[in-house]
């Protein structure tokens, strides 16, 4: 039976019944009929919300399924409509620490599921592990729509060859080894925060007190950026961060061009003097590393890289360490990593990024660059696709019983970094950094707990990260 002649024998528009095809939710008789799988609607079947939404829908195809060649109900309905609602980003949060409850429900009758942006621009959410490790690695998704010219950028956020030039290049000096080296220091520095905490007794505020220095340092030490300089640098930073291109308010806008027009001057800056006088750091190293085919970065491509680094090396571990912290100390697993060895202290960081993947960080958007298919979904050239890591990380066809803190889990590698071409180069350091920060903790507090309840906890968000604005601790 062709779309058409269904949505007339159920009086709805040809839109409606390719919502529900999409969805999976064709009642038993129809499904057989036309080879639907029989996972789909079991799942949701317990979805109240659907049911509510689909009632009048379902009623008329069990109708029509029931009914024989002369029956009146297998006549076409006249002048009856109905549309469908599709939900609007950025679903609700109820807790803070936890994933949007919308992301189980779409997850489990279609993991890719039509969705308007803030903006009420149309896109495909895939919240599967399956499907979104499917849209990292395939190049039928790009950073940008198909045919679009994108004059200017030189940051990773790019694709094809022009990103695999830099990034073959910036792997030169950002590579794991290099990063390993910068252990003896930020261990170091962690433990000179965490004993000044420890010293100006309780309460204290981690996220003033630990995870903004130590973060912003390890950031401030790894470009060169000489000590007389580093509180403008943090201001910067701060402001830059800050800046929600996503979900902001249309007059925030401009200043947070602002902000990162002057973090950009800034780094302008920087590199010149690194060109002048090379230092013992990774943007001196990069300003150096060259390459027979590949030549070496431009002073546009190294700006780029030092602003980069700052948004993703910068808030994103401030906010790693702060809501690793509510974690560990909410499940009563702080103290575990006083006398961890390295492999159990590992699967416990492990376990609390995947847990936290999403409010540190998620993909930017891609964009289909022909028609293709995406778990049974047709998807159009130009297509805005969204993937989201928390989602994923919370699949239990991957990870059973995923809302369980379970260190050590035997599952499949959590996606917090990313996957395929565009996977975290400084995933390393940020595993270093978080693990560095919560086993010291672990060390020299062992009586550490919050003062405040979590939902007492004031947050924050930008166009990629959610973090609190203070983390108030006692012992």
Same mark, same amino acid.
């Given at each position: 039976?062709?779309?058409?002649?269904?949505?007339?024998?159920?009086?709805?528009?040809?839109?409606?019944?390719?919502?529900?095809?999409?969805?999976?939710?064709?009642?038993?008789?129809?499904?057989?009929?036309?080879?639907?799988?029989?996972?789909?609607?079991?799942?949701?079947?317990?979805?109240?919300?659907?049911?509510?939404?689909?009632?009048?829908?379902?009623?008329?195809?069990?109708?029509?399924?029931?009914?024989?060649?002369?029956?009146?109900?297998?006549?076409?309905?006249?002048?009856?409509?109905?549309?469908?609602?599709?939900?609007?980003?950025?679903?609700?949060?109820?807790?803070?620490?936890?994933?949007?409850?919308?992301?189980?429900?779409?997850?489990?009758?279609?993991?890719?599921?039509?969705?308007?942006?803030?903006?009420?621009?149309?896109?495909?959410?895939?919240?599967?592990?399956?499907?979104?490790?499917?849209?990292?690695?395939?190049?039928?998704?790009?950073?940008?729509?198909?045919?679009?010219?994108?004059?200017?950028?030189?940051?990773?956020?790019?694709?094809?060859?022009?990103?695999?030039?830099?990034?073959?290049? /910036? =792997?030169?000096?950002?590579?794991?080894?290099?990063? %390993?080296?910068?252990? #003896?220091? &930020?261990?170091? $520095? *962690?433990? +000179?925060?965490?004993?000044?905490?420890?010293?100006?007794?309780?309460?204290?505020?981690?996220?003033?007190?630990?995870?903004?220095?130590?973060?912003?340092?390890?950031?401030?030490?790894?470009?060169?950026?000489?000590?007389?300089?580093?509180?403008?640098?943090?201001?910067?930073?701060?402001?830059?961060?800050?800046?929600?291109?996503?979900?902001?308010?249309?007059?925030?806008?401009?200043?947070?061009?602002?902000?990162?027009?002057?973090?950009?001057?800034?780094?302008?800056?920087?590199?010149?003097?690194?060109?002048?006088?090379?230092?013992?750091?990774?943007?001196?190293?990069?300003?150096?590393?060259?390459?027979?085919?590949?030549?070496?970065?431009?002073?546009?491509?190294?700006?780029?890289?030092?602003?980069?680094? /700052? =948004?993703?090396?910068?808030?994103?571990?401030?906010? %790693?360490?702060?809501? #690793?912290? &509510?974690?560990? $100390? *909410?499940? +009563?697993?702080?103290?575990?990593?006083?006398?961890?060895?390295?492999?159990?202290?590992?699967?416990?960081?492990?376990?609390?990024?995947?847990?936290?993947?999403?409010?540190?960080?998620?993909?930017?958007?891609?964009?289909?660059?022909?028609?293709?298919?995406?778990?049974?979904?047709?998807?159009?050239?130009?297509?805005?696709?969204?993937?989201?890591?928390?989602?994923?990380?919370?699949?239990?066809?991957?990870?059973?019983?995923?809302?369980?803190?379970?260190?050590?889990?035997?599952?499949?590698?959590?996606?917090?970094?990313?996957?395929?071409?565009?996977?975290?180069?400084?995933?390393?350091?940020?595993?270093?950094?978080?693990?560095?920060?919560?086993?010291?903790?672990?060390?020299?507090?062992?009586?550490?707990?919050?003062?405040?309840?979590?939902?007492?906890?004031?947050?924050?968000?930008?166009?990629?990260? &959610?973090?609190?604005? *203070?983390?108030?601790?006692?012992?």
């Amino acid at each position: 039976m062709r779309i058409g002649e269904l949505a007339a024998l159920l009086g709805v528009s040809t839109r409606t019944v390719r919502y529900y095809h999409y969805q999976g939710v064709l009642p038993e008789a129809s499904r057989r009929a036309n080879g639907y799988s029989s996972a789909w609607y079991a799942a949701l079947a317990t979805d109240p919300e659907v049911a509510a939404r689909g009632q009048d829908f379902y009623r008329r195809l069990d109708e029509l399924a029931e009914a024989k060649p002369d029956d009146s109900r297998s006549s076409p309905v006249k002048g009856a409509h109905m549309t469908t609602t599709t939900p609007t980003l950025p679903f609700d949060r109820p807790d803070p620490m936890e994933p949007p409850p919308a992301y189980a429900r779409l997850r489990a009758r279609t993991p890719v599921a039509r969705v308007l942006t803030p903006a009420g621009q149309p896109a495909w959410l895939v919240t599967s592990y399956d499907a979104v490790t499917a849209v990292l690695s395939d190049r039928g998704f790009g950073l940008a729509p198909p045919g679009t010219d994108l004059p200017g950028n030189d940051t990773l956020f790019q694709d094809g060859e022009a990103h695999a030039r830099l990034r073959r290049l /910036v =792997s030169k000096t950002f590579s794991p080894r290099s990063l %390993a080296a910068l252990r #003896g220091r &930020i261990e170091q $520095l *962690t433990a +000179g925060y965490v004993s000044a905490v420890a010293g100006g007794g309780p309460p204290a505020d981690l996220v003033a007190e630990l995870a903004t220095p130590l973060s912003i340092t390890v950031i401030s030490e790894l470009l060169g950026v000489r000590i007389d300089e580093r509180e403008r640098f943090r201001d910067l930073a701060d402001a830059a961060s800050a800046a929600d291109f996503v979900f902001g308010a249309e007059e925030d806008m401009a200043a947070a061009a602002q902000a990162w027009d002057a973090l950009g001057g800034y780094a302008a800056g920087l590199v010149a003097a690194k060109r002048k006088e090379p230092g013992d750091d990774l943007l001196s190293g990069l300003i150096a590393v060259r390459d027979t085919d590949d030549g070496r970065l431009s002073d546009t491509e190294l700006i780029a890289m030092t602003t980069t680094i /700052v =948004s993703a090396g910068y808030l994103s571990a401030r906010n %790693a360490i702060s809501v #690793g912290t &509510i974690r560990l $100390l *909410t499940e +009563g697993r702080l103290a575990t990593l006083a006398t961890a060895g390295s492999d159990q202290a590992d699967a416990t960081v492990a376990e609390v990024l995947r847990m936290q993947a999403g409010l540190t960080g998620e993909p930017f958007p891609r964009y289909a660059q022909h028609d293709l298919e995406l778990a049974g979904v047709p998807i159009s050239a130009g297509d805005l696709v969204l993937v989201r890591l928390e989602a994923a990380n919370r699949d239990p066809r991957r990870f059973p019983e995923p809302d369980r803190f379970l260190p050590g889990r035997k599952s499949s590698p959590p996606l917090v970094f990313g996957h395929g071409l565009h996977y975290c180069l400084g995933a390393p350091l940020a595993r270093l950094e978080v693990g560095t920060a919560l086993s010291a903790l672990a060390r020299q507090l062992p009586d550490l707990q919050l003062q405040d309840p979590v939902h007492h906890i004031e947050w924050t968000r930008n166009a990629v990260d &959610i973090g609190p604005v *203070t983390l108030r601790v006692t012992w």
